[in-house]
C-alpha cells in the first residue's frame, strides 16, 4: 500500500517514513501543499497522511481541493491544531480521520489500518478471500490451516491482491503499490515475491493471468 505522507517538519515526517517503512508501507514524502497536489494529482496513493499548517498551500486547501475532483483516496489529518473547530473543519472538509501531534506511531499505523479495510470494503481486521487470510497488524497470513509471516514486500503484494479480490493486477500497478518514488524496482521483483509467496503458502492462492497480470480469487 502506498502512502502520500505531506509534512513539513523534518523530524516528524522522518519518523513517519521510517515507522511505515518499516511497517511495509511504500512511502512518498513531501514537505509542501503545492508538491501535495501535484503528487495527488497523479492518484498512485492509496492513503494520504495530510499535515495542515503547511507552506505554500494550506493543508485544508489540498483537502478540499481533492475531494472537489472526485478523489475518494483516504486522508488522515496529523496536524498540532488541537481545536474543536479544527477538528470539525478538517473532517468536514473531507478527512477520514484526525490525529492529534503528538501522537504515537502506533496509534498512526492502527489508524492507517482502519482506513485500508474500509477503503477495501471489509469491516472485519482480517483481509481475506475465503482461502487465504491476512492480518495487517501482524503481517502473518493463513491458508489451509497453515500460518506464516510475511516479509513487508510480500505481505504489500498479497495486501494489494487481497484489497480487490477477482480483480487483476498489472505488473505496473503491483510495482506502484509496493515501491516508493525514490526505491530502485528489479525487473524480476514482482516475479520474485509470487514465487515466494506461492511457496509459503501454496501455488493456487495467487492467480496469474496470462499477459495481463495477476489476482486472488473472490
Ligand atoms: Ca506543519
Not at 23 to 51: C, K, M, N, P, S
Not at 68 to 96: F, H, K, N, Q, W
Not at 135 to 154: F, I, K, N, W, Y
Request: charged share 25%; net charge neutral; with cysteine.
Amino acid at each position: 500500500m502506498r502512502i502520500l505522507l505531506v509534512e513539513d517538519d523534518p523530524m516528524l515526517g522522518e519518523a513517519v517514513a521510517v515507522a511505515l517503512r518499516d511497517a511495509a508501507y511504500a512511502v512518498d514524502w513531501v514537505r509542501d501543499g503545492d508538491r501535495a497536489e501535484a503528487a495527488l494529482a497523479h492518484g498512485e496513493h492509496q492513503a494520504v497522511l495530510l499535515d495542515l499548517g503547511l507552506p505554500r498551500r494550506d493543508g485544508l486547501a489540498v483537502l478540499r481541493r481533492l475531494r472537489r475532483s472526485g478523489s475518494a483516496v483516504p486522508v488522515i489529518v496529523i496536524t498540532a491544531r488541537d481545536g474543536l473547530a479544527e477538528r470539525i473543519g478538517g473532517l468536514d472538509a473531507g478527512a477520514d480521520d484526525y490525529l492529534v501531534k503528538p501522537f504515537e506511531v502506533s496509534e498512526l499505523l492502527a489508524r492507517l489500518r482502519a482506513v485500508a479495510r474500509r477503503q477495501g470494503g471489509q469491516a472485519a481486521p482480517l483481509l481475506g478471500n475465503g482461502r487465504v487470510s491476512l492480518d495487517p497488524a501482524t503481517h502473518q497470513a493463513s491458508c489451509g490451516g497453515l500460518t506464516v509471516l510475511l516479509s513487508a514486500r510480500e505481505f504489500a503484494l498479497l495486501h494489494a491482491l487481497l484489497m480487490r479480490p477477482g480483480r487483476i493486477l498489472s505488473r505496473a500497478e503491483l510495482e506502484e503499490r509496493i515501491y516508493g518514488w525514490n526505491e530502485e524496482v528489479e525487473s524480476n521483483a514482482v516475479d520474485f515475491l509470487i514465487h515466494n509467496l506461492r511457496k509459503k503458502l501454496g501455488p493456487e492462492v495467487i492467480k496469474n493471468v496470462r499477459g495481463a497480470g495477476w489476482m486472488v480469487e473472490r
